[in-house]
């Protein structure tokens, strides 16, 4: 058996919780813009004009047929760039959790665009008829009647797709960024403990994504009644 020491861990603590507060923020910043931006693309997929369904069509096929790592890599590489010339920064200027952050929302609004819009048609279209006939404008439809009961309906989907967002995150590793995976496995490096340390980043990602897996066992039924 290998004599594993565990006190690195208890040692950089500090380390592994700026870095696991950096995971939550690029998952926070993904789940929310994702979600907001996303509902938004649904609704503007429903609507008559051919143009814009085909506008929308284009950025989903877009977002979703491009593999997460590349597109870490293209925005690491342009939106540095395109923040420091427009805000007059500083070269030395870290801005990698923002473009993560982007790159992480833009994607993430295709894939909540789809389950949105699913949640969309699932309903009965007499729900929309039903609040036309009350006076309400299309927007008024769609914020009021419409969308809440999507969002109710696709709830379970849309926590499944928060953890894989949560998962997806330790792929910033690609641009050095210190998130709670790559702070593990540096101190790993640096201590010569790098099983232990990865061992204990799988531990810490399954007790959290085995919560949120429990929590939308739980929601599921609420849902379907």
Known sequence: MLDFDWSSIVQSRSVLLTGMWVTLQITAVAVACGLAFGTV???ASLVPGKTVRAIVKAYVSLFR????????LWFFLIVPQVLKAVFDLSPSVDVRLVSAMVAFALLESAFFCEIM???????PRG?????RALGMSTLQSLTYVILPQALRAMLPVILTQCIVIFQDTSLVYVIALGDFFR????????????????LFAGAVYWVICSTLSFVVDRLRPRTEH
Do not use: K, N, W, Y
Request: a negative charge.
């Open 41 to 43: 693309l649904a609704a």
């Open 183 to 198: 702070s593990a496995t540096s101190i790993g490096e640096r201590d010569g403990t790098l099983i232990q340390m990865l």
């Open 65 to 72: 047929s491009i593999p997460l790592i590349m597109l870490l």
């Open 117 to 123: 819009r699913a949640g969309i048609e699932s309903l």
């Open 127 to 131: 729900q929309f008829q039903a609040a």
